[in-house]
């Protein structure tokens, strides 16, 4: 009678189990959702939240199987070193965060597959619980932030700099910090973190922004609540 492990085309030099698979893969899937919704909750990166955290879950699931199949089979583990070489990944990571939460994802894959769903749970529920510390004790510290994206034409751009747009904004904001900057083909765009110590400074640098370049676009997205009084 075939055993389960040639049941299902191990090769053999570890035992394959169905059954583990099936429980580490429920396990995964738990902790893919919890580290999606912590990605979605603590995350702080201006684009592709939702469409990230849709794809962790897949990622941590896949991570899990392809662990499971390949420590059965040294075959097998070769054999994916060879496959992994020819794949390109052409979506780039624009954020040292989204990179970090991937790693996230697939650390957990790996220990699930590799069967220590005890120390992984423990040390995946430790790393999300120390980040989300971490975030909550930098939003207490930065207090009421704003994203601030700041857009001129070609017809302004050659006509300011970030030293003048610095300037304009340490007269309204409590504290400016420069996350993207691009300037090509005539465009200007700038992205700060900036804290504001009332809701009429909001409305203040505005005006002032829209005094000094008549055709700037301005863009505030809130992340952490609007400004208090």
Request: net charge negative; glycine share 10%; aromatic share 8%.
């Amino acid at each position: 009678m075939p055993t389960e492990l040639e049941l299902f085309g191990g090769g053999g030099d570890a035992p394959f189990s169905l059954t583990t698979l099936m429980i580490n893969l429920c396990i995964g899937l738990a902790l893919a959702l919890a580290v999606r919704w912590h990605f979605l909750r603590f995350g702080s990166t201006l684009s592709n939240r939702d469409e990230l955290g849709g794809v962790l879950p897949f990622i941590l699931l896949t991570t899990v199987l392809i662990i499971t199949v390949v420590k059965s089979s040294l075959a097998l583990s070769l054999g994916l070193v060879g496959a992994l070489s020819i794949v390109r990944f052409r979506t780039p990571i624009k954020e040292p965060e989204e990179l970090a939460y991937l790693f996230i994802a697939i650390a957990i894959g790996l220990g699930l597959g590799a069967n220590q769903p005890v120390a992984t749970v423990a040390a995946a529920g430790f790393i999300l619980l120390v980040m989300a510390v971490f975030k909550k004790t930098r939003s207490r510290t930065l207090g009421n932030n704003l994203y601030l994206s700041i857009a001129l034409g070609s017809e302004q751009a050659g006509a300011t700099s970030l030293t003048a747009i610095n300037q304009l904004l340490a007269e309204h904001a409590s504290s400016a910090d420069l996350r993207r900057f691009d300037d090509r083909d005539g465009m200007f765009e700038a992205t700060y973190l900036v804290a504001l110590p009332s809701t009429e400074s909001l409305a203040d640098l505005t005006a002032a922004l829209k005094t000094a370049y008549p055709e700037v676009g301005v863009t505030f997205l809130d992340q952490n609540g609007m400004p208090g009084i």
